[in-house]
C-alpha cells in the first residue's frame, strides 16, 4: 500500500509561539520500494545552517488544519 505525506519545513515567525508550516513537496512510501521525495521548492537553513524538513499525513487540498507530524 502506498502511503503519500506532506513535505514541510517550520519557519518561526517573530510575536507567534508556533512555527508556520511551509509545503516544500510530497513524500512517497511503499512497502518494499525505496521512500521517494518530491521537492517542489529549495528549502532554506536556518541559521544555524541546517535544514529539517517533516512529513504530515497527506490532506485534502480545501482543508487547513494543523495536523501533527509523523
Known amino acids: ?3 503519500v505525506y506532506d513535505v514541510s ?6 510575536g507567534q509561539e508556533k512555527p508556520k508550516w511551509l ?5 512517497f512510501v511503499e ?3 525505496k521512500t521517494r521525495i ?7 537553513p536556518d541559521n ?7 512529513l504530515f499525513a497527506k490532506k485534502p487540498k ?3 488544519d ?4 509523523l
Do not use: H, R
Not at 519545513?9 to 517573530?14: H, P, W, Y
Open 1 to 3: 500500500m502506498k502511503k
Open 62 to 64: 480545501d482543508t487547513n
Open 9 to 14: 519545513q517550520a519557519k518561526d515567525i517573530e
Open 48 to 54: 544555524k545552517g541546517e535544514v529539517w524538513l517533516t
Open 31 to 33: 512497502e518494499g520500494k
Open 38 to 44: 518530491k521537492l517542489e521548492v529549495l528549502p532554506l
Open 66 to 69: 494543523n495536523s501533527e507530524p
Open 23 to 27: 509545503n516544500c513537496g510530497v513524500a
